[in-house]
Every structure is written in C-alpha cells, then in structure tokens.
C-alpha cells in the first residue's frame, strides 16, 4: 500500500475523539501505530498531547498522513461532513487508502463513499460496548465490506477490538448494528414493563432487579432500566437520541413491511419522550 511508514507499518488517521472514538485511537496509538488525529473540537486533542500521536492542521493533512482512516463521528451528515469535498479528509488519501467507518450511518452512505472515491477501499465498522470496551481491548467491531482489505488493516481493529465480526458486503455491518440497537431498545420496554409490573404486584424493585439479573429472563437492558431507577425518562438525554436514529434506520430498511420489534421499540421510545428518526431527518 502506497503510503507506508519506512519500517512498513500502517500510518493511521483518526476523526472523532469522543467518549467512542477518544479511547479507540488511544489504544491504536499504545499499539505503537504511527497514529495522526484530526478533531473538529480542538480541546478533544488535549487528551492525546502526551502521547507520540501527530495532529494534523487539516482534514486533508490528515487523509494525507493515513493509509487506513478511522471515522468515529455521530451519524451520516457528520461522516460526509469530515470525508467528503476538497476540503474533506478522503481529498488527501493516496490511492489504495482504507476508510474506516466505525459511526452508525444507513447502510447507503457508505456504498455512495465508495461509488465516488473508487481509487479507496471502504469498510463499515460500527461498534458496540463503549469507550471502556475499547479501553480495555475488548469493543465488539462489526465489519462490511472486502475480506481482503479487511485482513490488511485487522491489526489497527485488533488493538481496540474482540471481537471483529465480517458480516459480509459494504453497508451490510451497518444494518447488523441496527438490527442490535433495536433490539435493545424493544428490551428496554419489555424490562420496563416487568419492573413496573412486579412493583404493582407489591414486588421488592431491588430483589426483583436482583432476579433479572441472576435469573433465565436476564438481560443488559433489565439492569438499565434498574440503573435509571426503573424508568425510561432518564436514558432520553444520553442513549435516545441514538436508539432513536439506529430505530428509524432500521424502520427504513424493512419498510413498507414493519416489524413487531420496530413497534415495541418505538414504545420504548415513547417512554423517553422520543420518536424514530425518518430518513428526512437525516436529509
């Protein structure tokens, strides 16, 4: 790959130094992978300034210093915001470069990126687990796209990730991902609509928290509806507002059919104050 570093490394570029991105591009750059950031916050930088990591002036520096590029931004407008135009980072990537997707986008956007850069390879890689799974190297990575390419950048996922799953085609991991967050979503109404159903019946919500949690009916999304003191309400302010995009994503993909697990997790939803997202939205 042209590009490389002289003792034939991967140079890595990294957009996106959130509470996500923040701790994979640490464990990236702990790997010993010549490591340049770029963030549209500039304080997000701060946390990296001990580190041997480059910070690059530009979007386009930084396509420039990468052979593979690792996005972690919110959603779709935000992916084409930083990679695409004469000013994105995709501007400066050298021919054969990898793009890395890891935010959550519909599965299209990141077919359109590799329609219209053909000279680059293109993979979808959401994420589930959060900063300290990837912290602490174990973030599970969903993959689509080439095998081969994804072979070639596998040790920059492998410092962060376990496991990395190939799911198939680009865009495909896209729609895992959505398909996962929806799932959880219906769960949180599900969970909530026990708690709430063992408290009228004059249940202890602690013990009965307790036995969600030991018992065949446990689940992730039982302990955090018991977290948020039993109810929705409180995940509307730091979960919703993604549950609600990766619901409506999916709510697209399986239109004009539905789903009964777009239903129930359009009740959790609701519970928040929230709705789904629609592709206009994302317009």
């Known amino acids: 790959m042209s590009g490389a570093n002289e003792e034939g490394g991967l140079r890595v570029g990294y957009i996106g130094l959130g509470s996500q991105g923040g701790p994979m591009a640490r464990r990236i750059i702990d790997a010993g992978f010549p490591t340049t950031l770029w963030a549209r916050r500039p304080e997000a930088q701060q946390a990296?300034?001990?580190?041997?990591?480059?910070?690059?002036?530009?979007?386009?520096?930084?396509?420039?210093?990468?052979?593979?590029?690792?996005?972690?931004?919110?959603?779709?407008?935000?992916?084409?915001?930083?990679?695409?135009?004469?000013?994105?980072?995709?501007?400066?990537?050298?021919?054969?470069?990898?793009?890395?997707?890891?935010?959550?986008?519909?599965?299209?956007?990141?077919?359109?990126?590799?329609?219209?850069?053909?000279?680059?390879?293109?993979?979808?890689?959401?994420?589930?687990?959060?900063?300290?799974?990837?912290?602490?190297?174990?973030?599970?990575v969903m993959v689509g796209g080439e095998a081969e390419i994804l072979e070639r950048c596998r040790l920059v996922l492998a410092a962060f990730a376990d496991p990395i799953v190939h799911l198939g085609p680009l865009g495909s991991a896209q729609e895992a991902k959505v398909f996962n967050n929806a799932l959880f979503t219906a769960q949180l109404a599900l969970a909530a609509e026990v708690h709430s159903a063992a408290q009228r019946r004059g249940l202890d919500p602690a013990a009965m928290a307790t036995v969600l949690r030991r018992g065949?009916?446990?689940?992730?999304?039982?302990?955090?509806?018991?977290?948020?003191?039993?109810?929705?309400?409180p995940l509307a302010g730091s979960a919703g507002g993604l549950l609600a995009k990766d619901v409506g994503i999916l709510a697209d993909l399986l239109a004009p059919a539905g789903s009964p697990l777009i239903d129930m997790a359009e009740t959790a939803l609701a519970a928040m104050g929230l709705a789904r997202t629609t592709r206009e939205d994302h317009a």
């Open 48 to 140: 990296f300034a001990g580190t041997p990591a480059r910070f690059a002036a530009s979007r386009v520096a930084l396509g420039a210093a990468s052979d593979v590029l690792g996005v972690c931004v919110v959603g779709d407008a935000d992916v084409d915001e930083v990679l695409r135009g004469p000013a994105g980072a995709l501007a400066g990537m050298a021919p054969g470069g990898i793009v890395v997707v890891h935010s959550t986008t519909r599965p299209d956007t990141c077919r359109r990126l590799q329609e219209d850069h053909p000279h680059l390879h293109v993979l979808d890689a959401p994420v589930s687990g959060g900063g300290r799974a990837a912290a602490e190297r174990a973030l599970l």
């Open 216 to 233: 065949s009916g446990h689940s992730f999304a039982a302990d955090v509806v018991a977290r948020n003191g039993f109810h929705l309400a």
